[in-house]
């Protein structure tokens, strides 16, 4: 079946760099879009949303860019911190209610 | 405002128990959705309830059934477990009304399966 899927499993970035997470996804029903945050022993954290009318999103040092022509999806973080550290999910909405489909994951790792 | 709850957050079981997970969702919410995140890899959907029923379901087989209380709080039951049963239980609560696609996740119940 159709998934959203991760280009990179691991990233690695020095500190107050940006960092950029990709997603492809394949399923070009899809119209609502999900970035979450999973540090170790938590569950996941709602990071940034957008909807497949947008094709850019901005939140607090989070930007999250839409490409339908190509079904790609990334989250960009400015300046990147320790606290940044952690696994990073995009997940989609199958447009039959509130069931997420998820990606594999890219782990973030910020170097001092 | 307490966010999403679950109980209890670590279990471990052998092969053949059942096992009963618990989540109560962020207040004012009334939708709960169980998910299942084996090492490693992204959360699946399992089942969602809304008004006490299950809405959506995943491909999950029929040991896996829930439950949701008129207060919204939810459980979700495993018989007959497996081995490849053990993984991080999520539930995620949302409001079915308005921006209904946005969940909020529990820190899960790491359920050990020997």
């Known amino acids: 079946g159709e998934s959203v899927g991760l280009h990179l499993p691991t990233l690695s970035v020095q500190e107050g760099d940006n960092s950029i997470i990709n997603c492809a996804y394949s399923?070009?029903?899809?119209?609502?879009f999900i970035w979450y945050k999973q540090e170790s022993g938590k569950g996941p954290q709602f990071i940034i949303d957008?909807?497949?009318?947008?094709d850019k999103r901005q939140g607090q040092r989070v930007t999250v860019l839409l490409n339908k022509t190509v079904k790609h999806l990334s989250l960009q973080i400015a300046a990147t911190q320790p606290g940044d550290s952690a696994v990073y999910f995009c997940?989609?909405?199958?447009?039959?209610?509130?069931?997420?489909?998820f990606g594999g994951g890219t782990r973030l790792m910020v170097k001092p | 405002d307490a966010g999403v709850t679950q109980s209890p957050t670590h279990l471990i079981k052998t092969r053949g128990q059942q096992v009963t997970l618990r989540c109560s969702p962020k207040?004012?919410?009334?939708?709960v959705s169980w998910y299942q995140q084996a090492l490693g890899q992204g959360p699946q959907f399992i089942f969602q309830?809304?008004?006490?029923?299950?809405?959506q379901r995943g491909n999950f087989p029929d040991r896996f059934s829930g439950h949701q209380f008129p207060n919204y709080s939810s459980e979700l039951n495993v018989n007959a477990l497996l081995l490849g049963d053990s993984a991080l239980y999520l539930c995620?609560?949302?409001?079915?009304?308005?921006?209904?696609?946005?969940?909020?996740f529990g820190s899960g119940t790491q359920l050990s399966v020997l």
């Open positions: 995620a609560s949302s409001l079915a009304a308005g921006d209904g696609e946005k969940l909020f």
């Open positions: 399923n070009s029903a899809s119209d609502y």
């Open positions: 957008i909807r497949s009318n947008m």
């Open positions: 997940a989609e909405n199958n447009n039959a209610g509130n069931m997420l489909t």
């Open positions: 207040s004012g919410h009334d939708t």
């Open positions: 309830y809304y008004e006490e029923e299950e809405r």
